[in-house]
């Protein structure tokens, strides 16, 4: 089976202006073009609003486009939502499902993000779903269990290899400063390839486990040399265009 190729996301959240998020792809479009071949994916996640024109922006590079949620359902009357068709004909070919903020900010639960994440599947996207403890739960000895009921009921029942991504995100790491150890990642990342093989089989040797939270281009090559480490999940850092650019140079 071929090597996973590290996929390096960034998660830009609720970018302060359209400004901000339009010179960041152009810069991006400008370094991948002059680049060449590149050692991994890298992917950029905006705000529904600027998507096309993200995608217009780095059209040519290499560089993917994703969105950062989807609705379940793939129409109707579902004011204020986004479908993942819609993000498919915007430009996407991920989309991130189950952020911890939308988990918190949205109660959304495992069941909805196995939806949305069938709804992506359905419309051609790759679903990155994403799963991860509490500090409280961390501390309860209970992260195992907490992200293997999370990652179990948020694969869609089809799911399969490389059309589903997973980032393994605790919630305690996001936008701190703090990180697990590389032996807490390899034992999480080596816990979800396990249950992923339970469930899918020989194929879970296809999916890509991404980690994300505080990853930096301080400590990204450490983090992307840690097994079954298969690429990050970035927010603040995918705001700075060399940050984000030196993480993808990072990869192994
Ligand atoms: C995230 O929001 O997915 C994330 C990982 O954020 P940060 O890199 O800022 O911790």
Not at 23 to 49: H, I, N, Q, S, V
Not at 134 to 153: F, H, I, N, P
């Amino acid at each position: 089976m071929a090597p996973r190729r590290p996929l390096i996301a960034g998660n830009w959240k609720m970018i302060a202006s359209s400004r901000h998020g339009l010179a960041l792809a152009a810069e991006l479009a400008a370094r991948a073009k002059g680049a060449g071949a590149m050692k991994c994916d890298m992917l950029l996640c905006p705000p529904a609003t600027l998507i096309r024109q993200v995608s217009e922006a780095v059209a040519g590079s290499g560089l993917a486009v994703g969105g950062q949620d989807c609705h379940a359902a793939p129409g109707g009357a579902h004011t204020g939502d986004v479908s993942a068709v819609l993000l498919a004909e915007a430009g996407c070919s991920f989309v991130i499902v189950g952020h911890s903020e939308r988990r918190r900010d949205h109660d959304e639960t495992s069941e909805m993000v196995r939806d949305k994440a069938a709804a992506a599947r359905a419309a051609g996207l790759t679903p990155i779903i994403c799963v991860g403890e509490s500090e409280a739960e961390r501390d309860a000895g209970e992260t195992l269990a907490v992200v293997r009921s999370q990652l179990e009921g948020s694969l869609p029942e089809d799911a399969a290899g490389a059309d589903t991504a997973i980032a393994y995100e605790p919630v305690w790491a996001i936008g701190t400063a703090r990180t697990p150890t590389g032996a807490e990642i390899a034992e999480v990342h080596g816990h979800i390839r396990h249950r992923l093989a339970a469930v899918m089989g020989e194929e879970a040797q296809r999916t890509r486990i991404l980690y994300g939270g505080s990853v930096t281009s301080g400590n990204a090559s450490e983090i992307l040399a840690t097994a079954e480490v298969d690429g990050v999940l970035v927010g603040t850092a995918s705001l700075e265009a060399d940050a984000f650019w030196r993480i993808g140079e990072s990869c192994p």
